[in-house]
């Protein structure tokens, strides 16, 4: 098949026919005359979003809360402007930054401009959505600052009426006063609310118990948007498809025919300066009990009902009541020491970033393996592996050869990220191909009012009730992770759990750096 400029008609188009009751197919071809990108994305805008969430006559205001931070400007705004830029949006849109700061548009503009990828031929259009954009500075905690911002959204062009988007990226010690604030002082009378909320969703499951239980006091569960932004990427969104879009996989998706699924996420970088944050959290919280129990979850979820957002998060939520609490002795923890013949940052350790508390214990490796007891997967398992050491993220199910055939003989199914698929496209000469960005998708899914990717209440509480007891016995006894060199697989003991409970692989597949073509 072939695409104008984006894979999410593929998504769509799937939806539709399954939610339809009709035979999935895809029908997708270039059209014969050369359209802008713009037009190209606002065709496919308004077959998508025909629906009374999304009237052009609308006016939308996207606030966002924590504008002077680096998540803003590194992925927000260039996100807005992106998204502005293909004419996906509604057409009367404004963005008002809110954040302690006493910055101006320009000052924000300059700041973003680095990561907004603009074209020369652009300009006009750049121009266009700065001028949509407006800033008001005050404090978290400051009623007084709310109100000031709520009169500024209301004397923007159609702004009493508006819907209002609210986007906390911001630290989550200022959620509890942020939150109340907006509910008091910001919401929108006349049209709806809706905020997303960035994780870390709580350290353990009290925590996020507590911060839901905040967050359901004040708004309603539908306007509540917990964003992982892992659950946007192209592979992971193509899950669905793959699965319950091929009907080979159906009979064979089961204990009988797979050995095990394997989950894998490897970064190509250390902390990076970032390690007070990260030694507070570590692996399990920061990549394991999100970003791979999601994808576990649509590996292992029974078909849903149908493509609505509660079917596919209620399969979702079954998943994880089968799965028990993760025991250490499933566990191997490492932590990256330097590599002396590397080159750089690989020459350094862990403990040797600054900002990282000296002796830390802190893991920045992890391998769990996790059972599925139900009846699809019982006694399987999947084993989710976080490894610095090339960027990189991937699935694999290796199924069992029929006729009970040696191990060596098993087959492989792999499931790569978008930089492989990025690679791929420029093997063929198609590398100016545009797969959108995990941010994209998802925003333009809270202006549609589609929460099928992103997190639900019950969802967080299940998932942080599996690892809670393994994070806090962590914690207490302190245990010590296994040094393993910087680029490296990791620690060999994480080879030999995966292999004590029945995965082997014996492929020659090697990742190529696209960057390096």
Same mark, same amino acid.
């Given at each position: 098949? &072939?695409? @104008?400029?984006?894979?999410? !008609?593929?998504?769509?188009?799937?939806?539709?026919?399954?939610?339809?009751?009709?035979?999935?197919?895809?029908?997708?071809?270039?059209?014969?005359?050369?359209?802008?990108?713009?037009?190209?994305?606002?065709?496919?805008?308004?077959?998508?979003?025909?629906?009374?969430?999304?009237?052009?006559?609308?006016?939308?205001?996207?606030?966002?809360?924590?504008?002077?931070?680096?998540? $803003?400007?590194?992925?927000?705004?260039?996100?807005?402007?992106?998204?502005?830029?293909?004419?996906?949006?509604?057409?009367?849109?404004?963005?008002?930054?809110?954040?302690?700061? %006493?910055?101006?548009?320009?000052?924000?503009?300059?700041?973003?401009?680095?990561?907004?990828?603009?074209?020369?031929?652009?300009?006009?259009?750049?121009?266009?959505?700065?001028?949509?954009?407006?800033?008001?500075?005050?404090?978290?905690?400051?009623?007084?600052?709310?109100?000031?911002?709520?009169?500024?959204?209301?004397?923007?062009?159609?702004?009493?009426?508006?819907?209002?988007?609210?986007?906390?990226? @911001?630290?989550?010690?200022?959620?509890?006063?942020?939150?109340?604030?907006?509910?008091?002082?910001?919401?929108?009378?006349?049209?709806?609310?809706?905020?997303?909320? *960035?994780?870390?969703?709580?350290?353990?499951?009290?925590?996020?118990?507590?911060?839901?239980?905040?967050?359901?006091?004040?708004?309603?569960?539908?306007?509540?948007?917990?964003? %992982?932004?892992?659950?946007?990427?192209?592979?992971? &969104?193509?899950?669905?498809?793959?699965?319950?879009?091929?009907?080979?996989?159906?009979?064979?998706?089961?204990?009988?025919?797979? $050995?095990?699924?394997?989950?894998?996420?490897? *970064?190509?970088?250390?902390?990076?300066?970032?390690?007070?944050?990260?030694?507070?959290?570590?692996?399990?919280? %920061?990549?394991?009990?999100? /970003?791979?129990?999601?994808?576990?979850?649509?590996?292992?979820?029974?078909?849903?009902?149908?493509?609505?957002?509660? %079917?596919?998060?209620?399969?979702?939520?079954?998943?994880?009541?089968?799965?028990?609490?993760?025991?250490?002795?499933?566990?191997?923890?490492?932590?990256?020491?330097?590599?002396?013949?590397?080159?750089?940052?690989?020459?350094?350790?862990?403990?040797?970033?600054?900002?990282?508390?000296?002796?830390?214990?802190?893991?920045?490796?992890?391998?769990?393996?996790?059972?599925?007891?139900?009846?699809?997967?019982?006694?399987?398992?999947? $084993?989710?592996? &976080?490894?610095?050491?090339?960027?990189?993220?991937?699935?694999?199910?290796?199924?069992?050869?029929?006729?009970?055939?040696?191990?060596?003989?098993?087959?492989?199914?792999?499931?790569?990220?978008?930089?492989?698929?990025?690679?791929?496209?420029?093997?063929?000469?198609?590398?100016?191909?545009?797969?959108?960005?995990?941010?994209?998708?998802?925003?333009?899914?809270?202006?549609?009012?589609?929460?099928? /990717?992103?997190?639900?209440?019950?969802?967080?509480?299940?998932?942080?009730?599996?690892?809670?007891?393994?994070? !806090?016995?962590?914690?207490?006894?302190?245990?010590?992770?296994?040094?393993?060199?910087?680029?490296?697989?990791?620690?060999?003991?994480?080879?030999? @759990?995966?292999?004590?409970?029945?995965?082997?692989?014996?492929?020659?597949?090697?990742?190529?750096?696209?960057?390096?073509?």
């Amino acid at each position: 098949f &072939q695409t @104008l400029d984006s894979t999410s !008609h593929l998504h769509t188009s799937f939806s539709r026919c399954v939610g339809a009751g009709k035979p999935l197919c895809w029908t997708l071809a270039r059209h014969t005359l050369p359209l802008s990108r713009s037009e190209v994305f606002g065709e496919l805008r308004r077959e998508l979003y025909d629906d009374e969430e999304f009237h052009q006559s609308d006016v939308h205001i996207f606030i966002i809360m924590g504008a002077s931070g680096d998540l $803003a400007k590194k992925k927000i705004y260039p996100t807005l402007w992106w998204l502005f830029r293909d004419g996906l949006l509604p057409e009367q849109t404004y963005f008002v930054g809110f954040a302690r700061s %006493d910055l101006t548009v320009d000052a924000l503009r300059t700041a973003c401009l680095p990561y907004m990828k603009v074209a020369d031929t652009e300009a006009d259009r750049l121009e266009a959505f700065f001028i949509r954009n407006s800033y008001i500075s005050g404090k978290y905690g400051d009623e007084v600052a709310f109100s000031n911002l709520h009169s500024h959204l209301l004397s923007l062009p159609g702004g009493a009426e508006a819907n209002r988007l609210f986007y906390l990226a @911001l630290p989550p010690s200022v959620y509890l006063d942020v939150t109340k604030n907006i509910h008091r002082r910001c919401m929108s009378t006349k049209g709806w609310n809706r905020v997303i909320v *960035e994780k870390p969703f709580g350290r353990d499951l009290q925590s996020s118990e507590e911060l839901s239980n905040h967050l359901s006091s004040l708004f309603t569960e539908d306007q509540i948007y917990r964003i %992982d932004h892992y659950l946007g990427k192209e592979m992971v &969104q193509n899950l669905m498809v793959l699965r319950f879009g091929n009907r080979i996989f159906g009979p064979i998706w089961n204990r009988d025919s797979v $050995a095990c699924v394997v989950l894998t996420f490897k *970064e190509s970088f250390g902390t990076q300066g970032r390690g007070g944050y990260f030694d507070d959290f570590g692996i399990i919280r %920061d990549v394991m009990q999100n /970003h791979l129990l999601q994808m576990l979850c649509l590996v292992a979820m029974e078909k849903p009902a149908s493509t609505s957002s509660d %079917d596919v998060r209620d399969e979702k939520v079954k998943v994880l009541k089968c799965i028990t609490p993760v025991s250490l002795a499933d566990v191997v923890l490492g932590q990256y020491v330097g590599d002396p013949k590397g080159e750089g940052e690989a020459r350094l350790g862990y403990l040797d970033d600054p900002t990282v508390p000296k002796g830390s214990t802190q893991a920045t490796f992890a391998t769990a393996v996790l059972y599925v007891r139900n009846e699809r997967w019982d006694g399987k398992y999947a $084993a989710a592996v &976080q490894r610095r050491a090339g960027r990189h993220l991937q699935r694999a199910v290796p199924a069992k050869r029929a006729g009970g055939a040696r191990a060596a003989q098993r087959g492989h199914l792999r499931q790569d990220d978008e930089q492989e698929a990025r690679r791929v496209l420029q093997s063929r000469g198609d590398g100016d191909v545009k797969l959108p960005d995990a941010y994209e998708r998802l925003i333009l899914d809270v202006f549609c009012g589609s929460q099928m /990717h992103f997190v639900r209440s019950d969802e967080l509480r299940e998932a942080w009730r599996i690892f809670t007891p393994l994070l !806090h016995q962590i914690e207490k006894e302190k245990t010590p992770p296994i040094s393993y060199k910087y680029g490296s697989r990791g620690p060999a003991e994480a080879d030999e @759990l995966v292999q004590r409970v029945g995965f082997r692989y014996e492929g020659t597949y090697k990742w190529v750096n696209p960057h390096k073509l």
